[in-house]
């Protein structure tokens, strides 16, 4: 089996940039993924080139791996990786997506898809918290 190589992305945001790896065809359907706290998007890169016929889009979180750090006096509630999400979500213009987490990342898809439904198809949680 050849190993699938990431594309490396750059998401730019309202006040940050994101960093994201990504695999599959861009025309595939999406799976965004999250990680855990004070990991990365490379947290996806056994997993990701297993998951054919889908694009899958791992994304490192505001201040983690190559992320913005957000600007000094701001903290990392929930609350904004929530927003970031959001964010992220309309850039690609999709009308629903399927979310990947781990750990935080898995707590983070679940918010997201309690606050957001319609956004959401399908979670799939990896050690949810």
């Given at each position: 089996m050849?190993?699938?190589?990431?594309?490396?992305?750059?998401?730019?945001?309202?006040?940050?940039?994101?960093?994201?790896?990504?695999?599959?065809?861009?025309?595939?359907p999406?799976?965004?993924?999250?990680h855990?706290?004070?990991?990365?998007?490379?947290?996806f890169?056994?997993?990701a080139?297993l998951?054919?016929?889908?694009?899958v889009?791992?994304?490192?979180?505001a201040?983690?791996?190559?992320?913005d750090?957000?600007?000094?006096?701001?903290?990392?509630?929930?609350?904004?990786?929530?927003?970031?999400l959001?964010?992220v979500?309309?850039?690609?213009?999709?009308?629903?997506?399927?979310?990947?987490?781990?750990?935080?990342?898995?707590?983070?898809?679940?918010?997201?898809?309690?606050?957001?439904?319609?956004?959401?198809g399908?979670?799939?949680?990896?050690e949810g918290l």
């Open positions: 050849s190993e699938q190589k990431a594309e490396e992305l750059r998401i730019p945001l309202r006040h940050l940039s994101l960093a994201a790896k990504a695999w599959g065809h861009a025309d595939d999406p799976i965004l993924a999250l855990g706290w004070l990991d990365n998007a490379g947290s890169d056994r997993l080139p998951l054919r016929g889908r694009r889009i791992a994304l490192d979180l201040g983690h791996g190559r992320s750090h957000r600007p000094p006096g701001n903290w990392y509630p929930y609350v904004d990786f929530l927003d970031d959001g964010e979500v309309r850039s690609f213009g999709w009308p629903t997506v399927d979310l990947l987490g781990h750990s935080l990342g898995a707590t983070l898809v679940s918010m997201f898809a309690a606050l957001c439904p319609e956004r959401v399908r979670l799939l949680l990896i």
